[in-house]
């Protein structure tokens, strides 16, 4: 489908917590064991005792056996890119910009928009103390490395809507801050300096 929806969220961990892009794949595409005595790993049922034979390739390219993940069980990664705390952008999904979602450039962010959005993330998004409490952690680094990216795939995709999560599901908190009235503040007054440059 048409590229749509530029979606923001967060890892929803502790505001300072160091959290790596691998962290966050095991969560998504991890295997998740059920009750029966079954795991779902890449989306694929099969016996617990299976998963020694499975490996899940992360981000940073280190292999782990599947019997030493616990996450989700998803096929396909949460997210597109995460800002680390240091506002390191890493690469978690391949993707073209030719303003279309092909298949293999969808990732999990979002039940029922995944086909028309990518899904990008920080590292943070709650109280340091309480991870229920949602709190806007981005680092200055975060912030402009999430600035900067968001302004370019606008300029890249004129209709895309820079949004969070909770824009698409409100009963979620993530990414913790006002996705859409943060895109706005930060385009208009690039528009402003383009124009006032030129
Ligand atoms: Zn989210």
Excluded at 55 to 60: H, M, R
Excluded at 128 to 153: F, G, V
Excluded at 183 to 188: A, K, L, M, T, Y
Aim: with cysteine.
């Amino acid at each position: 489908m048409k590229l749509k929806y530029l979606v923001i969220h967060c890892t929803a961990t502790p505001e300072g917590r160091n959290v790596t892009a691998d962290d966050v794949d095991m969560w998504h595409r991890g295997a998740k064991r059920h009750d029966d005595g079954s795991a779902t790993f890449l989306g694929r049922r099969m016996p617990v005792a299976e998963l020694p034979n499975h490996f899940l390739t992360l981000p940073s390219g280190k292999k782990v056996r599947a019997d030493q993940t616990n996450g989700n069980g998803w096929r396909r990664r949460g997210y597109s890119r995460i800002w680390l705390l240091d506002g390191t952008e890493v690469q978690t999904a391949y993707y073209n910009n030719d303003g279309w979602v092909q298949n293999d450039e969808m990732t999990n962010g979002a039940a029922g928009y995944n086909a028309q959005s990518r899904h990008v993330c920080y590292v943070g998004g709650t109280e340091q103390n309480n991870i229920k409490i949602a709190k806007d952690t981005r680092t200055q680094e975060q912030h402009k490395a999430m600035a900067d990216y968001c302004i370019k795939t606008r300029r890249q995709h004129p209709h895309i809507e820079v949004i969070g999560h909770n824009d698409l599901n409100p009963s979620k908190a993530c990414p913790s801050f006002d996705a859409k009235a943060w895109f706005s503040e930060i385009w208009r007054k690039q528009t402003r300096f383009v124009n006032t440059a030129s």
